[in-house]
């Protein structure tokens, strides 16, 4: 396979990369954000998604008759990249998730009413799959939607929705069928996030930013906002997830902190000895640069499986979010092994290593391995498609 970019990629990647280095901003870009940099929850983030709609950057791949440039996804991918190398908002849920979910399945309407404000950065979203008692299992969610004349209403709980104090819009599975097995009783929801029957509490994380638990009372959503067919909802759920794993896990955190506990390495001294010296430290650090470089490799043949378009690749995503997201975690506590205890010093603090950037970064990974689904779901998905397990092996 071959790692390198076009040149029309590389003069591509390069346009990006001076864009952002000119358009450098500290209040929109910080890295001490990790994985939450994705997002544009703050006027000042959301003001600079609109310069990269007017830079005509968003939804490249989508299909010209919606608005997009209808080229590879590996654009997409050298561009969300980039953006993460920068603590930079990315292309995030609407391009990347809800936009072409949308597309393969979404009605008329709903394609000319939400596919322009996505492409325009008008509009942001939340995603509610989890519940109390369907967390990564999401085809157990039991929020209710009772059919009513010309809508339904909805009444039950979310949980873990991370934008819902933000978004404008909610994307929402409920149960429409509770006669059906459990699979082909869901369908998906668009609800604006003001509705007067959503109830909104904000639950602080260990990763140093917010999630929230949404509660639904009589949520009447009219028929046009019923996302593809009836009861397909779990089919849309799980090609939104696959889109989910490799759009809002991208690996330029990973490598950002794989460089940081590089150089520390080569400086640092512990008990007067420098650390580069300990034959321990050397093998850790040695297999963290090799695993990234295999990160690497696997976002790579992600891109490529994905370039023929059609329904996103189940088994490339699950081993890049599963392979990525417990590197990242892992990556962070072995920097606080090498570190010692000055390492666990609260970030921020001068005499801590870094900033404690691993202290704050190690926290903020917590929340990786959850979201999208858990690692033992991708291990599940990976065991049954890829190996061809049975499911209780």
Known sequence: M??????????????????LVEN???????????????????????DFMR???DKGWLGMSWPKEYGGQEIEGVYEYILNEALSRHA???????????????????????????LPKILNAEVEFAV???EPNAGSDAANMQLKAEKVPSGWNLNGQKMWTTSAHFADWYWVGARTDPD??????????????????????SMPTIGKDTTNQVFFEDVFVPDEYLVGKRGSGFQYIAEALDLERFTMFTLSPIVNRTDLLVEYAKSATRDGIPVKEDRDTRR???????????????STRFVCAAASGGKPPTIPSSQYKLFTTTLSQRVCN???????????????????PLLGRFEGAYRATMNETVGGGGSEIQKNIIARRHLGLPKNF
């Not at 890295?31 to 959301?46: K, S, V, Y």
């Open 88 to 114: 930079a908002p990315q292309i995030g849920k609407g391009v990347g998730i809800i936009g072409k979910t949308l597309i393969r399945h979404g009605s008329e309407k709903l394609k000319k009413e939400f």
């Open 284 to 298: 850790i650090i040695a297999n963290i640069v090799t695993d990234t470089a295999v990160a690497k490799g696997l």
């Open 2 to 19: 071959d790692f390198d970019f076009s040149p029309e990629e590389q003069k591509f990647a390069d346009e990006v990369e001076q864009w």
């Open 334 to 352: 072995e920097a606080l092994d090498i570190t010692g205890m000055p390492g666990t010093i609260r970030e921020g603090q001068e005499e801590a």
């Open 24 to 46: 450098h901003d500290p209040v929109v870009m910080d890295h001490h954000r990790e994985n939450f940099t994705q997002l544009a929850d703050t006027p000042e983030r959301r």
């Open 51 to 53: 310069k990269l709609a």
């Open 128 to 130: 509610g799959y989890s």
């Open 180 to 201: 059906k097995s459990k699979h082909d009783g869901l369908s998906l929801f668009l609800i604006p996030m003001d509705h007067p029957g959503l109830e909104i509490q």
